[in-house]
């Protein structure tokens, strides 16, 4: 005897579902219907679909699986970050970290995959071998989940695909679930407030222009040489290369590029590195975030002290590029950039203490 599993809802784009009912018999508009009451209206129970024919109604609990991701734990941070841990079944788990900002803002990042191949060295889910590509529901099902722990007056208001694996290792569902996300029959998100970073797998690249969301490039590097020592990567597509492809989707987009750079003791934050970053990029409309290095264990890296960083931050302003010196949020529950990992959960907990 066969098993007959049935997908999750949330894996399916509003075509592909109007795809998947009219192969069924059902009329293409219960698609839309479907959409507004899931993730315009949050009803996941379709008895209480109201106004869909009561034999459709009584067909969808055999045709989808309307359960979400399931949070294994919540950890708020005394900056008011919070890390949840979701179950992806078999064992493994991904991070997603909300970060609240001001005037209201409220970033998800999420994860795209569980581990990852791209070995970058000074991150802590790259020490975990890529073990599973999430599929888009699971993606999507990470946002719609938090949606529902927070109160009400409060809203997600952007996402980031900066959490655990390189988005554009996963396409198709990292595209998918944003065409979900975005679908007007349901969260309405703006692309405008989704950002898709990569660690610079160039020829995808395009596909985030296509996209219509926002580039963010993690360059932590400055020459060919220390990024290949950071971000193994750099050997296949090398700055010149990445660069070139920046510049095309800022010029396609008219949007500017977000370069993450990573400052690494000794390695990334000397002031001939910001020389070299700003002339790198002064061609490109772009902001440079500097991310100084959140240690995690056995990481081989250290943070610069505090004078460096400064010091780092005031050349590139100095020389004439747009700088923001993100504030590292949620290092103490370790949600902070380049920590996330799903690896040794426990050896995280006794690990630096922060204060
Ligand atoms: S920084 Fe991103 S691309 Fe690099 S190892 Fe970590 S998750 Fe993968």
Request: contains cysteine; charged residues 25%; proline residues 5%.
């Amino acid at each position: 005897m066969t098993m007959h599993i049935k997908p999750s809802f949330y894996d399916f784009t509003l075509p592909q579902l109007e795809e998947f009912l009219t192969a069924r018999g059902e009329k293409k508009f219960r698609a839309s219907q479907l959409f507004k009451w899931v993730y315009a209206e949050q009803v996941r129970t379709p008895d209480n679909m109201t106004n869909l024919a009561k034999t459709f109604r009584a067909s969808l609990p055999d045709l989808f699986n309307f359960e979400l991701l399931k949070v294994i734990s919540e950890k708020i941070s005394k900056d008011g970050t919070r890390k949840y841990l979701f179950d992806v079944g078999e064992g493994m788990s991904v991070e997603s970290v909300l970060i609240p900002g001001s005037g209201g803002r409220l970033t998800l990042c999420v994860s795209s995959e569980v581990g990852c191949n791209l070995a970058c060295k000074f991150c802590f889910t790259g020490k975990q071998k890529l073990k599973k590509r999430l599929s888009a529901g699971e993606i999507v099902s990470q946002f719609y989940q938090i949606g529902l722990h927070l109160p009400e007056d409060q809203k997600i208001t952007n996402i980031v695909f900066m959490g655990m694996g390189e988005p554009l290792d996963n396409p198709q569902a990292v595209f998918d679930s944003i065409d979900i996300l975005t679908s007007d029959h349901g969260f309405s998100l703006s692309r405008k407030k989704i950002t898709v970073s990569t660690s610079g797998i160039v020829p995808m690249i395009p596909l985030i222009t296509k996209s219509g969301t926002r580039l963010a490039v993690s360059l932590n590097g400055s020459n060919d040489e220390v990024r290949s020592s950071v971000m193994p990567i750099n050997k296949k597509w090398p700055i010149n290369k990445l660069l070139e492809a920046c510049s095309q989707h800022a010029e396609a987009t008219k949007q500017k590029v977000t370069f993450e750079y990573v400052l690494l003791k000794g390695v990334t934050d000397k002031p001939e590195h910001a020389a070299e970053l700003y002339n790198l990029t002064k061609k490109i409309p772009c902001k440079i975030n500097i991310i100084p290095f959140n240690e995690h264990p056995d990481s081989g890296y250290l943070r610069p002290e505090d004078p460096t960083i400064l010091k780092f931050q005031n050349k590139l302003i100095n020389l004439g590029a747009q700088v923001l010196l993100r504030k590292t949020m949620g290092r103490d529950i370790y949600a902070a950039c380049g920590q996330l990992t799903t690896l040794k959960n426990e050896n995280k907990n006794k690990a630096i203490s922060l204060n």
